[in-house]
């Protein structure tokens, strides 16, 4: 059981336990399903600095948004990542020669868009021009980095992790929304942030990666990659933690 009862613990999960021991758990899972199901456990964004902060009676709607603000360069980030991935896997023995690779210096992407949208129906003024945080840009880099030079099945673990931790997280940020009154209730926001992040089971990036689980000489990659993407994602809200000064 890899679940770390001890919230102190939970709250910094990759230095509460060394990351090359749950890979080893990880790969004795009989299911891939399992195995996520386990890092999902490791890491529960419930304790998660950030989280404890939004629940807080201190934080208000404006201070919620402008935490929020530089979450939209991470949203670009994965867009890119989902074509990078699924175009390799479109090809047969060739190598990916994506066509988007870096972070855009030009116009937002569709999903930075919608995610931009998001934060205004909270703020109608929210500045959208924050620069992006060091932990954001370097979690961006690295999921880029994955998705094209390791395997496509990988990536898909990768990045299906982050799906799978973010489908809660978008909850949790609706309910808190809602309950607060910072939004209509009617309001589409948990599908709008939804549709930012490209959430879409047909996607199946998890039935991707799967091909590989009941291979015992990749299966330990793939372990990796899962553990890898909710560590990434768990670096990004260390980014959105806000300053004192804000």
């Excluded at 990880?26 to 490791?42: G, K, N, R, Y």
Aim: proline share 6%; charged share 15%; with cysteine.
């Amino acid at each position: 059981m890899l679940r770390l009862v001890d919230p102190a613990v939970a709250m910094f999960p990759a230095h509460g336990t060394s990351l090359s021991d749950p890979w080893s758990h990880l790969s004795q899972c009989s299911t891939l399903q399992s195995a996520v199901e386990q890092v999902a456990e490791i890491y529960e964004f419930q304790w998660h600095p950030y989280f404890i902060w939004m629940q807080s009676i201190s934080s208000d709607r404006g201070q919620f948004v402008r935490s929020q603000v530089p979450f939209q360069y991470a949203i670009e980030a994965f867009s890119q990542a989902f074509v990078m991935v699924f175009d390799r896997a479109e090809m047969t023995q060739q190598a990916a020669e994506p066509s988007i690779i870096q972070p855009s210096n030009n116009a937002p992407s569709p999903p930075q868009l919608a995610f931009q949208r998001c934060l205004q129906s909270l703020e109608t003024r929210a500045d959208l021009a924050k620069t992006c945080p060091i932990e954001i840009a370097a979690a961006n880099h690295h999921i880029l980095n994955h998705c094209l030079t390791q395997s496509v099945e990988s990536g898909a673990a990768l990045l299906g992790m982050i799906e799978y931790l973010y489908v809660d997280i978008s909850a949790t940020i609706s309910q808190i929304i809602q309950q607060r009154d910072w939004a209509d209730c009617n309001s589409d926001f948990y599908y709008m942030i939804h549709e930012a992040l490209e959430i879409n089971p047909n996607r199946d990036l998890l039935t991707l990666a799967n091909r590989t689980w009941h291979d015992p000489q990749s299966r330990r990659q793939t372990a990796q990659s899962l553990m890898l993407g909710a560590q990434y994602l768990w670096e990004m809200y260390d980014g959105l933690y806000p300053d004192p000064l804000d």
